[in-house]
């Protein structure tokens, strides 16, 4: 499997405040990608990155930034967190872009 | 715009039984396919995938899908599923969008959940 990590994993946070999350890949991979997973929803791309500073809005950006200074990091950032930003948010890389995803285990948010 | 449906949110099924889980797409080009399994508090893993050539694609677990291009249609089966194999299941579309760059869509997922 690819080295592909996520931090934090649980992250409690107030309305209001900046969220940072990380991801983090060993495999040198050049796409990484932001989902968020809701009930009924399925993962909903968020924001995709195909090379170092090099970064897209996916069907939800609305609310969240990337950052990619490295190819290894991708940052999301939850600028003002909301309440309908309490999800599950995966991070994945693959190789190319039509090439098989791996997943990190996920970062839960709860927003109050 | 592509996209992809998972008729099936939920699909109980007993142990050693045959399950299929049902999987349309819609595009305009040439697409990808991909069916990955997520298990509790995990992350999603590929299955099994399909680029090009034999339309039936199996993966090391007894998993099989078949494209059909005709029917749009990139349904999984197991002739026999396992206890092991209760999880969520989601199909997968990529295509190619401007710049050269492919688009990922996601289904919603279904719940295999198997019955001792």
């Not at chain 1, 934090?8 to 991979?29: M, S």
């Amino acid at each position: 499997d690819a080295g592909i990590t996520q931090s934090p994993r649980h992250k409690v946070t107030e309305t209001g405040t900046p969220v940072t999350l990380r991801c983090h890949q060993t495999e040198n991979h050049r796409y990484m990608y932001w989902y968020r997973q809701d009930p009924g929803h399925g993962l909903r791309l968020i924001h995709y990155s195909y090379g170092v500073k090099d970064t897209d809005k996916g069907e939800v950006s609305d609310g969240y930034s990337v950052s990619r200074s490295k190819t290894e990091d991708f940052l999301l950032t939850l600028e003002s967190a909301t309440s309908s930003q309490t999800s599950v948010y995966f991070c994945a890389s693959a190789t190319g872009a039509e090439e098989t995803q791996y997943f990190g285990p996920g970062t839960r948010l709860l927003v109050l | 715009a592509q996209s992809v449906t998972q008729l099936d949110s939920q699909v109980p099924v007993f142990e050693e039984a045959p399950v299929e889980l049902r999987c349309n797409y819609s595009s305009s080009v040439s697409v990808y396919l991909f069916w990955y399994v997520q298990y509790p508090n995990q992350g999603l893993q590929l299955l099994l995938k399909y680029l090009s050539g034999s339309t039936l694609v199996e993966s090391i677990n007894g998993f099989e899908a078949e494209f059909n291009k005709s029917q749009t249609s990139f349904h999984l089966r197991k002739p026999s599923v396992h206890i092991s194999d209760t999880a969520e299941y989601f199909c997968a579309v990529s295509s190619p969008i401007s710049g050269g760059y492919q688009k990922v869509t996601f289904g919603t997922g279904t719940k295999l959940q198997v019955i001792p």
